[in-house]
């Protein structure tokens, strides 16, 4: 597979994006805002429809539709407590995919272009896209390490619901920014759902396993890897889309480590049901 230059490239891609995505992730699944990067990312391809819609502003416009979805999503206020941030996230999310539908609809190969834009196509990136999405995400990584105390205390408060929202937060904002940014992106190369499972699945999956913030993240980014990787070889040798192959393969994961919660219950109840019966 690697002796392909595609091939290279669209692992490399796959790489940068999924690991800082799946460190986000551990964020955006601890303060339970999962929908938020289907809704950013929508809000991205939202953006790029409109561009094309009327014919310039190809990259400034996506960013700025992003940006000011995640000013607006980070200042969002819920007073009621009947209501929760996810469900005004999921009316983002609906509003954004309707309106990227109407846009695309009117071009030229609107159905395919809806297909990229869930699935992206990391077969066809090119050396200019690695490099810009290498420089955007080790920008945002090295903030994120520079101030990592301040962005885990912040979702750890929101965890156990300390957290009181109260005005404007600058953590909070740059939270927000950095999803933002990173969603751009990888959704330009990567598309809507895969971002979303890179997000999601890797913290997901260390969470069931794994305790400590930084075994969760070392977790995540492990599964990240093998994600891609084996999602890649899937599309090669068998001749799949690369984006579903590895949301797919991702999935995968989650159901076999899903299933390890479920055996240590089995087994512990098993052997503490003898013990029960020798003690009688």
Known sequence: MFSLNFMVQAFIISLITGLFLSYLGVHVVGRGIVFVDLALGQ???FGGAFAAFIGFGLTTIPVVFTLLGALLISLIDIRDKRLKLEAIIGIIYAFASAATVMLISK???GDSDIQEVLFGNILSVNINQIVITLIVFGALMVMHIIFRKKFFELTEGFEVGKIEKKGFNI???L???SIGLSIVFAVRTSGVIPVFSYLIIPSVCAIILVRSNKAVVIVSLIVSFFGSFV???VSFYFDFPAGSSIVATLGSFFILVSLVPLSKHYFFKKDKS????RIG
Request: proline content about 5%; hydrophobic content about 40%; charged content about 10%.
């Open 231 to 233: 999602g890649l070889n």
């Open 107 to 109: 071009t030229p190969h």
């Open 175 to 177: 939270f927000y920014i």
């Open 274 to 277: 003898k013990f029960e019966l």
């Open 171 to 173: 953590w909070n904002f």
């Open 43 to 45: 809000i991205s391809s």
